[in-house]
């Protein structure tokens, strides 16, 4: 069974960084695509970065570019989100989801919830 | 950026009834390899998005054959044939063809 488990959520000051992680089970992660996608409380869905299997290949949304970092340590099955100079607009819940082909997400995990607040 | 636009927003159906979620792209979703990256997810109260749908009208495993999916180029249509209380949630249409974005989401209710 495919599993997704994110952790590392939590309260953080504007300004301030958190480290996302998203352990995956049940499957070959290492010839997996990962993604992180955000939902803000009471709205929608916002992509906001892309890794391939071997780390060669990654993007970021306009929104993020710059301030967040994706990685992936496939001897670990594990996916990473490294956020920095949080703000407020960030607060969401934050999915890790594999993509099993090109523009074609599957599963997703359960979500960690980043609040940003002073 | 594609933006995708969803209606109905709010969608109150009566159970055992047909439902209909329409999904409109800014621009083709066709791409240059032939293949149309629409895809439909579902997401139950407390729960995180479950693909229903993928590449317009493909029903993931387990998805029951009353989720329908049909649609080409900018217009596309999510229909449910016969409503039941465990469809209630939210339901996104999202296109891959030019990275990912994501409709707004219909909150199907019963009546």
């Known amino acids: 069974e495919v599993q997704l488990v994110e952790s590392g959520g939590g309260l953080v000051q504007p300004g301030g960084s958190l480290r996302l992680s998203c352990a995956a089970s049940?499957?070959?992660?290492?010839?997996?695509?990962m993604n992180w996608v955000r939902q803000a409380p009471g709205k929608g869905l916002e992509w906001l970065s892309f890794?391939?299997?071997?780390?060669?290949?990654?993007y970021y949304a306009d929104s993020v570019k710059g301030r967040f970092t994706i990685s992936r340590d496939n001897a670990k099955n594990s996916l990473y989100l490294q956020m920095n100079s949080l703000r407020d607009e960030d607060t969401a819940v934050y999915y890790c989801?594999?993509?099993?082909?090109?523009?074609?997400?599957?599963?997703w995990g359960q979500g960690t919830l980043v609040t940003v607040s002073s | 950026d594609i933006v995708m636009t969803q209606s109905p927003l709010s969608l109150p159906v009566t159970l055992g009834q047909p439902a209909s979620i329409s999904c409109r792209s800014s621009?083709?979703?066709?791409?240059?390899?032939?293949?149309?990256?629409l895809s439909w997810f579902q997401q139950r109260p407390g729960q995180s998005p479950r693909r229903l749908i993928y590449?317009?009208?493909n029903r993931d495993s387990g998805v029951p054959d009353r989720f329908s999916g049909s649609g080409s180029g900018t217009d596309f249509t999510l229909k449910i044939s016969r409503v039941e209380a465990e469809d209630v949630g939210l339901y996104y249409c999202?296109?891959?063809?030019?990275?990912?974005?994501f409709g707004q989401g219909t909150k199907v209710e019963i009546k």
């Open positions: 989801v594999r993509e099993t082909g090109f523009g074609e997400p599957d599963y």
């Open positions: 590449k317009v009208s």
């Open positions: 890794i391939s299997s071997s780390s060669g290949r990654i």
């Open positions: 621009q083709s979703l066709v791409h240059s390899d032939g293949n149309t990256y």
């Open positions: 049940g499957f070959s992660f290492n010839t997996y695509s």
């Open positions: 999202m296109q891959g063809t030019h990275w990912w974005t």
